[in-house]
Nanobody, 121 residues
Framework: QVQLVESGGGLVQAGGSLRLSCAAS????????MGWFRQAPGREREFVAA?????????RYADSVKDRFTISRDNVKNMVYLQMNSLKPEDTAVYYC?????????????WGQGTQVTVSS
């Protein structure tokens, strides 16, 4: 069982930055691949970024955020981060942390409750 709690969302102007954090519980955290997804009003939830378990550390990104967002994890602190730079209004969404037993995080086992990110133009 893994419980996920996101934080760090808020209101930012276009071009600004935010760092989202996800605190995970559970002794097996390091064995999970972790990801971030987002859902804008009226749209389906979409993949943003993922980082593999401790044995790999590989990452992947949605094309829309590549070169602007960076995902990372700290297996000592049981944390996952999403550094978001050069934010655009279209990045506005509720962002969810996700845990998946297998790469590439397309069959999520656990979800967080979400944190709102709003980018003003």
């Amino acid at each position: 069982q893994v419980q996920l709690v996101e934080s760090g969302g808020g209101l930012v102007q276009a071009g600004g930055s935010l760092r989202l954090s996800c605190a995970a519980s559970g002794r097996t955290f390091s064995s999970y691949a972790m990801g971030w997804f987002r859902q804008a009003p009226g749209r389906e939830r979409e993949f943003v970024a993922a980082v593999d378990s401790w044995s790999s550390g590989r990452t992947r990104y949605a094309d829309s955020v590549k070169d602007r967002f960076t995902i990372s994890r700290d297996n000592v602190k049981n944390m996952v981060y999403l550094q978001m730079n050069s934010l655009k209004p279209e990045d506005t969404a509720v962002y969810y942390c996700a845990a998946d037993r297998t790469w590439p995080v397309d069959g999520v086992d656990y979800w967080g409750q979400g944190t709102q990110v709003t980018v003003s133009s």
